[in-house]
């Protein structure tokens, strides 16, 4: 073969090469739209999602791009994060961090598909109208974390039988206060005691609100479901223990971190069928129709070597009630 023929040759190969290339379709992006920051605890959901995307046949970096945006916990950047990923056209936006990260992209887009993952009632919030066929470009999961304040206040009371009145620790800046606020009232109500609500949404005011409850002689604590309280685990042992005060959380993550007593829906396992569902909407299903999961179990998880430091007993009928006992 001549020279000048094997290099048009080449030529015409590398052209080909090009061509085809380029007519490779591009791999789609999820959008994670975080209300935390990329701490621990918001990786450890992420690598949930990715766990429920791979089971669908999605792998990061093989057939789909992921694209990070956090709002280090201050809800007010959400609406601008949630606009870049919109105006970067990704296939798929999963919101991390509840209600406010949710409510922002539900704000900026109609037409990108939205799966969430919710301690709130979706049809509440008015981001559907129905559960089993919730319409427009959006679905996900409810976890129902508010309904489950009145069982969480029993529990509380049951830990500390003596208290005349519990706290609740909310965030003023979560969308969901406000409905927190009332559920809990209306679950005091039902076991007769009162509520002292607090409000913080930053360390330092976090910090303020143990004192407050504190000098109210507040005999137990429910701390509210949010995603800046979720990422400060450390913060909430070290201050319930300093006080010993008897405290329940909604989430697993806290007992495991060193908290007392835990009861809801496991977060992980939430947030990986966010991933499946994200992965069935890459496949093409609409997400109007895919209708909102719900959990079918709930744990309550006992942290018994916490409580013997600070010295808080518990009750045998709790501990025989536990799904799991940390010792």
Request: proline share 6%.
């Amino acid at each position: 073969m001549r020279r000048r023929e094997f290099i048009t040759l080449i030529g015409g190969a590398a052209a080909w090469s090009l061509s085809a290339r380029a007519q490779q379709p591009a791999m789609p992006v999820v959008g994670f739209l975080g209300a935390p920051s990329a701490a621990p605890y918001a990786r450890a959901l992420v690598a949930a999602v990715h766990q429920g995307l791979k089971e669908v046949g999605y792998v990061d970096h093989q057939n789909v791009a992921m694209e990070y945006r956090w709002a280090d916990s201050q809800y007010d950047r959400l609406p601008a994060l949630a606009a870049d990923l919109v105006s970067r056209r990704v296939a798929v936006i999963i919101p991390i961090g509840g209600a406010p990260a949710t409510m922002a992209a539900k704000a900026a887009t109609s037409t990108i598909p939205i799966v969430f993952n919710l301690g709130a009632d979706p049809v509440g919030l008015g981001l559907v109208t129905n559960l089993s066929r919730p319409g427009g470009n959006i679905t996900g999961i409810a976890m129902m974390t508010l309904e489950m304040e009145t069982k969480r206040l029993e529990l509380l009371h049951e830990l500390a039988p003596a208290s005349s009145s519990l706290a609740i620790l909310l965030n003023p800046s979560n969308a969901q206060a406000q409905t927190q606020e009332r559920e809990a009232q209306r679950a005091a109500r039902v076991i007769g005691r009162q509520v002292l609500v607090l409000k913080a949404h930053t360390e330092h005011e976090i910090e303020g609100a143990f004192a407050a409850l504190v000098r109210e002689r507040a005999g137990a604590l429910l701390v509210g479901a949010d995603t800046f309280f979720t990422s400060q685990p450390t913060l909430f042992v070290v201050l319930t223990a300093r006080h010993a005060i008897p405290t329940i959380y909604p989430w697993r993550s806290y007992v495991d971190a060193g908290g007392l007593m835990s009861y809801g829906s496991s977060l992980l396992d939430a947030y990986r069928q966010t991933g499946v569902y994200a992965g069935r909407v890459l496949k093409g299903e609409k997400p109007g129709d895919l209708p909102i999961a719900q959990p079918t179990k709930f744990e309550l998880i006992i942290n018994l070597k916490t409580a013997r430091a600070v010295g808080i007993a518990i009750p045998p009928t709790l501990l025989a009630r536990a799904d799991e006992v940390i010792e």
